[in-house]
């Protein structure tokens, strides 16, 4: 490997280093939460966490250099398909089989068990919306 | 969708990083891209062939 290559790969580049600003800033605010929650100040701890969150937010926006390129971009589009196809099925399986479940006697299901299947029903009305919006779009 | 991206880039002596540096994207994506793993978009493409001084379809061909 030449000493040119060497130092290219070695040297973190500026999109690195930024994402690392970015990223710390985020990790900073969690673990002030968090040190905050165990010393009962929670209004300082949600501050902090907000601080951490928009200052990583402030990065993104006005750093030099795109943090994300397009292979980034490619990576989350297709994270959030599966994510969506894996609650899909979650959604579409649990709810009519938790009916079925509870009608027959056979579990008596918790409230919380309502709650997550009315949250992925809105998630999903929420996506349908946005598929409609980006259809007209593009 | 194959190329020859990695034997243009051993031509011009450049590391992955110096291409990626070039090109705007990160050293991941030229490695994903040489690997057959990742396809670029058109933008990218036509930045490749820029650099290399060549034709989109000289570096990049369709699979099957």
């Known amino acids: 490997m030449s000493e040119h290559t060497a130092s290219a790969t070695t040297r973190p580049s500026a999109r690195k280093r930024y994402k690392r600003i970015a990223y710390g800033l985020l990790g900073v605010g969690i673990l002030a939460l968090g040190i905050a929650i165990a010393l009962n ?3 300082l701890g949600v501050a902090l966490y907000w601080a951490g969150g928009i200052g990583m937010g402030l990065v993104q926006r006005f750093s030099p250099v795109d943090l994300y390129d397009e292979r980034d ?3 989350e589009r297709e994270a959030g398909n599966d994510t969506m196809t894996l609650f899909a099925y979650v959604f579409v399986l649990g709810a009519p089989g938790g009916l079925v479940l509870e009608e027959s006697a056979v579990v008596t299901l918790p409230g919380e068990f309502y709650g997550a299947m009315w949250t992925l029903f809105a998630v999903f009305v929420a996506y349908g919306a946005f598929v409609f919006y980006h259809k007209y779009r593009l | ?4 991206l990695n034997d243009r880039r051993a031509a011009t002596g450049e590391s992955q990083a110096d291409l990626a540096a070039a090109v705007g994207v990160t050293r991941q994506t030229i490695n994903a891209i040489e690997r057959e793993r990742y396809d670029p978009s058109l933008e990218l493409a036509f930045a490749l062939a820029d650099h290399f001084d060549c034709r989109v379809k000289d570096l990049f061909e369709p699979d099957g």
């Open chain 1, 41 to 43: 100040r929670f209004v």
């Open chain 1, 73 to 75: 971009t490619t990576i």
């Open chain 2, 1 to 4: 969708m194959r190329n020859d």
